[in-house]
């Protein structure tokens, strides 16, 4: 896996963009700038340290899928780290065999630090390589609904 990184300068208190970025307030803001990556994306589970949490999305034909993950770290309004260590196919949690070997216990983490009212979100990533290309277009994307549901 390679780890890749990108950062969002935010005009608005990191408490806030926490807050949307987690869909703490509402769920719908999460599930608004992480669309970029699946139009019905969401999750279901707990932000709280060494909770699990699932992120889910639907297919074309509306089935579930997504990724079984635990929350590794959390510092509110400054750090979350997620674990990904399975996928959700369907109903059915997956954790171990060939279809999660080449991702298990990759990381997500999210880093705010605030400055005179300007909130940089910094993401690293651990991304497989056949995986590059598409994450590299998406996040950037994603990171500005962030800030344009942040900022409003």
Do not use: C
């Amino acid at each position: 896996m390679k780890k890749i990184q990108f950062t969002q300068d935010i005009h608005a208190p990191a408490e806030k963009v926490y807050n949307t970025m987690l869909g703490l307030d509402a769920i719908e803001t999460y599930e608004q700038w992480t669309a970029a990556f699946n139009p019905t994306s969401t999750y279901e589970g707990s932000w709280d340290k060494g909770a699990k949490i699932l992120f889910i999305g639907t297919d074309e034909v509306g089935r579930k899928g997504g990724m079984v993950s635990e929350i590794a770290d959390l510092v509110p309004f400054r750090f979350v780290s997620i674990r990904h260590y399975g996928i959700l196919d369907g109903e059915q949690e997956i954790t171990s065999g060939p279809q999660v070997e080449a991702w298990a216990g990759g990381l997500e983490n999210y880093s705010l630090e605030e400055n005179n009212g300007v909130t940089t979100v910094t993401v690293e990533v651990d991304v497989a390589e056949d995986h590059l290309d598409y994450f590299h277009t998406t996040w950037p994307k994603a990171l500005n609904k962030l800030k344009e549901l942040s900022e409003a």
